[in-house]
């Protein structure tokens, strides 16, 4: 260890990683690039899920108020971005294709039975459908939210077993170079294997942010799920009211 061959006792955590072998810096590299991919992948999900959440809720509010299909086309025409309004455009869309469609077999149907054609409302595997379309348009919300998710999991999960590796590594040749020297005394193996333990100290501090980090915006994700869930069913319910399914 360099320590060892230098005779010098380190007085401090830096005066260990300063003075660390090549393998131990190497890993605490590792994870310093580690820490910081992390906190920027928390500070931008922070951000996006935030404002996604309050989008969304000044989105739900006004639609609860205007109660109306045409008022809440002009709201969704007006909001620049927002889950919600995708959601809405979304379900619309599919209601006029779904009655348009409906018509055009009513109207084929007229001459043989002669009677007009009915109103075209939606059959009830329609509006599954519908409620299949809009699950599907929020799944594609959610997964664009926690895109980068599974990076801050692997973080957490991978970082302590770097960090291992690095003492497990720094504790062996700690060991070769107190055999080469002959001397087995407190002084020869404190240095080597403290050095050793800063690489899992390092790996903690790396894991427990992103760990909480991920469980954390984990959690807030599933809530603005459940929103949009909400939302896709008062979008429907608001529909029926109106009768256009």
Do not use: C
């Not at 992390?38 to 931008?44: A, E, H, K, L, V």
């Not at 000044?58 to 889950?83: P, Q, T, Y």
Request: no cysteine; net charge positive; charged share 20%.
């Amino acid at each position: 260890m360099l320590l060892q061959v230098r005779g010098a006792i380190p007085s401090s955590p830096i005066d260990l990683v300063m003075s660390a072998t090549t393998v131990t810096q190497v890993v605490l590299i590792i994870l310093a690039v580690l820490s910081i991919l992390s906190w920027t992948i928390m500070f931008g999900v922070w951000l996006s899920v935030g404002r996604a959440i309050r989008n969304a809720d000044r989105f739900a509010h006004d639609f609860e108020i205007v109660g109306r299909l045409d008022e809440a086309a002009v709201l969704a025409k007006r909001a620049k971005s927002g889950a919600l309004p995708r959601l809405y455009t979304r379900a619309m869309k599919f209601v006029a294709d779904a009655r348009v469609a409906n018509q055009q077999v009513r109207e084929r149907m007229t001459p043989a039975t002669g009677e007009l054609p009915a109103a075209a409302t939606l059959s009830g595997s329609q509006i599954e459908t519908l409620h299949l379309v809009l699950d599907s348009e929020a799944s594609d919300e959610r997964d664009r939210l926690a895109r980068f998710l599974p990076w801050l999991a692997t973080i957490g999960s991978v970082s302590p077993l770097i960090g291992l590796l690095g003492t497990v590594l720094g504790v062996i040749e700690a060991f070769l170079g107190i055999a080469s020297k002959g001397s087995g005394n407190l002084s020869a193996v404190a240095p080597g294997v403290g050095e050793a333990l800063t690489a899992t100290a390092a790996a903690l501090f790396v894991a427990i942010p992103a760990t909480f980090g991920y469980n954390i915006f984990a959690s807030r994700v599933n809530r603005f799920d459940g929103k949009m869930e909400s939302f896709g069913t008062a979008v429907i319910a608001l529909l029926v009211r109106e009768g256009k399914i």
